[in-house]
C-alpha cells in the first residue's frame, strides 16, 4: 500500500509535505513527490491534507484490490472518504466534523 501524487492536479500548496509523520513528501520544481513509497505507512494524513484531491492511497488487495484508491473531499462540514474500485464504481463515507469523535 501507498500513497500515490497525481501531477496534474497537484498545486504545490505543500500542505501534504507538512503533515507526513515521516517527513516522505517535498516539493520538486512545483509539485509533491514522495521519497520512497516503501517508507510510507499508510496514515493518510497527506490525503486528507491535500485540498485538491491530488493524493490517492492505493487500497489493499482485501478492500478492493489493484487499482483500487481512496481519496478525500475537505468541506467545511464534512470530510467524505471516497472509494474509487477498479471497476469505476465509487462508495463514500462522509463524516461529520462535529461529531468526528464519537466514531
Ligand atoms: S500516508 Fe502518511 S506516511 Fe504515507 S506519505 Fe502520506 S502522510 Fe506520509
Ligand atoms: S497538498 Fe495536494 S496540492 Fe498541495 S502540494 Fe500536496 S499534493 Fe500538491
Keep these: 500500500m501507498s500513497v500515490f501524487v497525481e501531477r496534474e492536479k497537484c498545486v504545490g ?3 501534504c509535505t507538512e503533515v507526513c509523520p ?11 513527490q514522495i521519497r520512497d513509497v516503501r ?3 499508510g496514515c493518510t494524513a497527506c490525503v486528507k491534507e491535500c485540498p485538491k484531491n491530488a493524493i ?3 487500497l ?3 478492500l478492493g484490490g489493484a487499482g483500487g484508491r481512496l481519496y478525500a473531499e475537505d468541506t467545511p462540514s464534512t470530510l467524505n472518504w471516497v472509494m474509487k474500485w477498479p471497476d469505476g464504481s465509487e ?3 462522509l463524516v461529520d466534523k462535529k461529531k468526528a469523535n464519537e466514531y
Excluded at 22 to 30: A, P, S, V
Aim: negative net charge; charged residues 25%.
Design 60 to 62: 489493499a488487495a482485501d
Design 13 to 15: 500548496c505543500g500542505g
Design 39 to 41: 517508507d510510507c505507512w
Design 56 to 58: 490517492f492511497y492505493y
Design 22 to 32: 515521516g517527513n516522505l513528501l517535498f516539493l520538486r520544481e512545483g509539485k509533491a
Design 91 to 93: 462508495e463514500r463515507i
